[in-house]
């Protein structure tokens, strides 16, 4: 397909997209409590594992995922699509386990919190229990 654009229009609408990552709404709820609850952290910083949130070493310090319970298969809510389509043509189960893998390999502690956790609100208690945890 031939572009209908003349080069100069194509580089004013591609200088308008904003680079950086955007956060989901679960990502902004964590990011929302933590900030209001004053824990210092960062969002999506650039590491090995690629976490979500990362709490400050002053405070415990841990890397946080936000998982969310179809695409990461929680074991509490997750059910096979029963017509999955054939371009996946993989196991979320499998892909999960081998994700867990690769986290552990993480320098630093790291936690998990599901979908269905921030949308009832009991993430906030674990993880302040987790911020007390010692090293």
């Known amino acids: 397909m031939t572009d209908t654009l003349t080069p100069e229009r194509r580089s004013a609408l591609m200088s308008r997209i904003q680079?950086?990552?955007?956060?989901?709404?679960?990502?902004r709820a964590v990011h929302n409590w933590l900030k209001g609850h004053h824990i210092r952290h960062r969002m999506n910083p650039r590491m090995p594992g690629s976490p979500d949130a990362v709490l400050s070493s002053a405070t415990g310090g841990f890397a946080l995922f936000v998982d969310g319970c179809f695409w990461h298969a929680c074991p509490r809510h997750y059910r096979p699509p029963k017509n999955?389509?054939?371009?996946?043509?993989?196991?979320?189960?499998?892909?999960?386990?081998a994700r867990s893998r690769r986290r552990r390999l993480l320098t630093v502690r790291w936690h998990r919190v599901w979908e269905h956790e921030v949308r009832d609100g009991s993430f906030g208690p674990k993880i302040l229990r987790w911020l007390e945890e010692p090293r």
């Open 19 to 27: 680079g950086g990552i955007r956060r989901n709404s679960l990502e």
């Open 84 to 97: 999955p389509r054939p371009s996946w043509g993989h196991d979320l189960r499998a892909e999960e386990r």
